[in-house]
T-cell receptor, first 114, second 110 residues
């Protein structure tokens, strides 16, 4: 999967607990994205980053925060997990602004919030 | 404005058939239209893409048809095989953000 590692691959947590998902890339790509995948909704953008410490919101950002302190790492945090955040989370990378449609995806994290 | 509507939700065809998946959009600022293929347990992978100044693009057995005036585009899979069974997503690029359709689950019966 193009040098992208997501961790953990599976997580079960309880409502109200904080959760952090990690995305690590070895491609030195500038852009990193977090998507969630739900049946009937496809993939929806949560947050993205266009450089170290540079991040912006996507279409479903409420309840999520992100951080990028190094080019290779992009963290997604659920401050207080809710059952509606049960989903499969995908990290993706792209090389540049001009190749923003050519995303490389990780293998995903299955998150269950009970 | 930012939506991409994809149909059908699911599709079953016989081996050798030509499944067709359709997508429609409203935002004329979209300027790149990729299709992604996803197998169970994996992340989506770029399959084929087209820009709005082109009406058709072929790569192997996969063809995108693009109708700019109707704001619609579609994916055709020629001589479909059981190995093509997967979920297919159309998408559209706005700036550096990709907006995805809801996905089509394709099953090719042998």
């Amino acid at each position: 999967d193009a040098g992208i590692t997501q961790s953990p691959r599976h997580k079960v947590t309880e409502t109200g607990t904080p959760v952090t998902l990690r995305c690590h890339q070895t491609e030195n790509h500038r852009y990193m994205y977090w998507y969630r995948q739900d049946p009937g909704h496809g993939l929806r953008l949560i947050h993205y980053s266009y450089g170290v410490k540079d991040t912006d919101k996507g279409e479903v950002s409420d309840g999520y925060s992100v951080s990028r302190s190094k080019t290779e790492d992009f963290l997604l945090t659920l401050e207080s997990a809710t059952s509606s955040q049960t989903s499969v989370y995908f990290c993706a990378i792209s090389e540049s602004f001009s190749t923003g449609g050519k995303l490389f995806f990780g293998s995903g994290t299955q998150l269950s919030v009970l | 404005q930012q939506q991409v509507k994809q149909s059908p939700q699911s599709l079953i065809v016989q081996k050798g058939g030509i499944p067709i998946i359709n997508c429609a959009y409203e935002n004329t600022a979209f300027d790149y239209f990729p299709w992604y293929q996803q197998f169970p347990g994996k992340g989506p992978a770029l399959l084929i893409a087209i820009r709005p100044d082109v009406s058709e693009k072929k790569e192997g057995r996969f063809t995108i048809s693009f109708n700019k005036s109707a704001k619609q585009f579609s994916l055709h899979i020629m001589d479909s095989q059981p190995g093509d069974s997967a979920t297919y997503f159309c998408a559209a690029l706005y700036g550096n953000k990709l907006v995805f359709g809801a996905g089509t689950i394709l099953r090719v019966k042998s």
